[in-house]
């Protein structure tokens, strides 16, 4: 009974302490992940539960670089902290404790320091426990370029052709592209669309990307715009960025040609140059061009021409053919050039019309043109009449002159015309009114104006009193009326001086009185007086000066004080700025004692 009593209170015991150590057992708590980017602070805490206070817990920190392979750095042991020197983060890290945390502090983070850290905490009564943390670092990488294929693609090509590459650099870990048309990623198919990448590891540890896009290009890539998407990783999240956008040159063969004038723009006229230009609705530089001149049989192998100085002989059919060098085969079109024109204006009648006094002038101009034309006569600039009939009734001197026909296409800016037609008005001599008949001078000679109207034009000659006569003819000049003359008359009296007019159909005369006038003796007198004012306010002007110093050449400071003696003398004193000596003079320049002043 006794040692059944016995064993029963040792099974208890041993129960007993087994429950004891599973309620007192260590227990470490850690996460699964730490992300931290490169160069930042990572911070990484260790959780544990133990019934011994911090002195009775030794608590280690190992890094595992994998294959189980566990190196430790730091140990504390009680209170007793100790950091391994062997690591290659010794100088980096810090390790604290509060409130049952330990925490592990990496600064300065590098790509190696991604590892399995381990922290183990062993209790002096309760066991020990252990957990770990994967700690992982990113780089961004740098941002993504595209380069697009310069030579252009031809929709011809069996394979699929290089469109781009692109590439991304130094990220971690390693990025991903993706390749977009017109917004929408690319699926890879099997000689349609291949893409090809290739991942390169630097010796810091970073990846660098580059993918080429091959593609079969279709008549529909021509305008589609291709770019990358690049994905990569930072701490606690996914980042994305894009490349610019490229287009492809695609070479298709034309299926319809055009041709058409590219300048002038609008309607054409003679004189003007004509570009034509002629080009196919496809993309193929290999394409040969031809434009014919239908009328003249005239052929340029380009597809551009040139026309310059063009006239109506030019207007036609010119003729664009297209010939595809892979196949041969030709396309074509055409398009109609007309080359507006506008003859010389006619004036009728022509040049010179002679007219009597009274009676009606009718003249007419025309110009032959290919489109609408407006005509205007002017005369001395100013318009006189509208339309192709000039029309004038009961003609004076005053009618007669020159009449211009101005022609103009409206719808053709620069496109006119024009021609002239002289009047003249039969009559007898009419001589011009003239503001002066009588005319005083005091100058030696004097010059007379006869302007006369009539036609034939009138002969004009002059005669004055003094017998006389003006050498006219070189003074004589035409004009569209008529004829004026201008002349240089000596003066030495009083004079008249006739002006003659004649013609086949009479004569007209006008007189001219001339005065001869001479400067008077008041006049004389009044110039005296102003000379003599003139000199007084330049005397005043000198005597001013001469008492400021300003005149005389005097050197240094010098007084003159004038005075007055018991005698009226004049006496002048004169200081030096050398001497304090007073000398006094008197008007004849001798010498006056001191108490003479």
Known sequence: MAVRDS?????????????????????????????VNLGEKAQIPCLYTSDDGIGGLTIEWFYEKGLGVKKRFFQQAGLMKTVDNSTHFTERISVNHSNNTMMLTIRDVKLEDQLDYICAVKGLTDGSGEGRTKLRVFVKPEPPTIEGVQNGISVNEEVTSLVGSCEVKNGYPRPNITWYKDNMPLRINKNEVEVESTVTTQSSGLFSVKSELKKKIVKEDKDALFYCEVTYFVAGSTM??????????????????????????????EGDSIEL??????????SLFLIKYLKGNANWENDTVLLENVTRQNSGVYECISTNTENFEDISNNT??????????????????VMAKGNELKATCNA?????????WFKNGQEVSEGH???????????????????????????????????????????????????????????????????PAPTITWIVSDGMVPDSDNHMTTTDYGTKSVVMVDVTSNATAVCNASNEHGT?????????????????????????????ILGSVLYFLYKKGKICGRAG?????????????????????????????????????????
Request: glycine fraction near 4%; charge should be negative; include cysteine.
């Open 7 to 35: 064993a029963s209170l040792l099974v208890g015991l041993v129960v007993l302490l087994h429950t004891w150590r599973a309620w007192a057992a260590v227990e470490v708590n850690m996460k699964d992940k730490v992300e």
């Open 508 to 536: 007209d005369m006008r007189t001219f009185n001339i005065k001869a006038k001479t400067k008077s003796n008041g006049f004389i007198i009044a110039v005296l007086i102003v000379c003599v004012l003139l000199l007084a």
């Open 336 to 353: 109609e050039v007309f080359v507006n024109y506008l003859d010389p204006a006619v004036v009728m009648p022509n040049n010179v019309m």
């Open 368 to 376: 032959l043109s290919s489109l609408q034309t407006k005509t205007a």
């Open 240 to 269: 994305m960025s894009e490349t610019r956008q490229i287009n492809v040159n695609v070479l298709y063969p034309s299926t319809a040609v055009k041709i058409w004038v590219e300048s002038p723009k609008g309607k054409i006229k």
């Open 557 to 597: 400071k010098q007084d003159l004080t004038r005075e007055k003696s018991s005698k009226d003398n004049i006496v002048v004193e004169m200081k030096s700025d050398n001497t304090e000596e007073a000398i006094l003079l008197g008007v004849n320049g001798e010498k006056q004692p001191p108490n003479d002043q």
């Open 389 to 455: 009939t000039l029309i004038l009734k009961n003609v004076t001197f005053d009618t007669a002159g020159v009449y211009k026909c101005v022609v103009t296409v409206p719808e053709i800016e620069g496109m006119t015309t024009s021609s002239s037609l002289r009047v003249h008005v039969e009559g007898q001599p009419e001589i011009m009114e003239t503001p002066l008949t009588v005319i005083e001078t005091f100058d030696k000679t004097v010059e007379l104006v006869c302007d006369v109207r009539g036609y």
């Open 277 to 286: 230009h002629c080009k196919g609705d496809g993309n193929n530089p290999s």
